[in-house]
């Protein structure tokens, strides 16, 4: 048997919905927080231009604002991008909420617990070993490879440690997509 893999397996980590944040509320201190149905508010004084994201405490349902632009003249946005806001567009929504510098500014961060998928690729018959895997993220998923290839081949996380051998850390939490090589069971 060859020591070269045979073929290589495309995964693909997709979000499939947008994360909850962890952001502590001024009314019940509850720690987390939902952008609901991904909303702004856009207030023009002028030819000034306010733009908040508005998210909802999962406990108590207050809504709080996020400020994605505070004070900006009207001509410095893109008018797709104000049309967007006005429109409440998801892809806005998202890629606003998975700013870091938005993150960091409001000091929350995303808690990714069941906002994920991983699809691997359906073959007919059982994976040929020693098997090469390409995984791919859509979204800025931070999750620890060890624990997502233990997911998508369906072994124990200390298998994994044994036979796989991966370009990145298996045990430090990545967002970027990586390459690794399970080999047969000894």
């Known amino acids: 048997m060859s020591s070269q893999p045979h073929i290589v397996l495309p995964w693909v980590v997709r979000r499939t919905r947008l ?10 201190r509850s720690a987390s927080a939902t952008t609901g149905d991904g909303r702004f508010r856009v207030n023009a004084n002028g030819n000034l231009l306010d733009v908040w994201l508005l998210v909802r405490c999962v406990s108590c349902d207050r809504t709080s604002k996020l400020t994605v632009r505070e004070r900006a003249p009207v001509g410095s ?16 929504v998202a890629s606003r909420l998975l700013d870091p510098l938005l993150a960091r500014r409001h000091r929350f961060t995303l808690d990714w617990r069941g906002a994920w998928q991983l699809d691997t690729a359906s073959e007919g018959h059982g994976p040929v070993w ?3 895997v390409r995984v791919a993220f859509e979204d800025p998923v931070p999750v620890r490879p060890e624990r997502l290839i233990a997911h ?4 124990s996380r200390s298998e994994v440690l044994r036979r796989t051998r991966c370009d990145v ?3 430090r939490r990545t967002s970027v997509g990586f390459s690794f090589t399970v080999t047969a069971r000894v």
């Open 19 to 28: 994360p909850l944040l962890s952001l502590r509320c001024v009314d019940c």
């Open 152 to 155: 998508g081949l369906g072994l």
């Open 130 to 132: 020693p098997a090469r």
């Open 77 to 92: 946005v893109e008018p797709a991008e104000l049309d967007g806001y006005h429109a409440n567009d998801p892809e806005l």
């Open 169 to 171: 850390s298996l045990r």
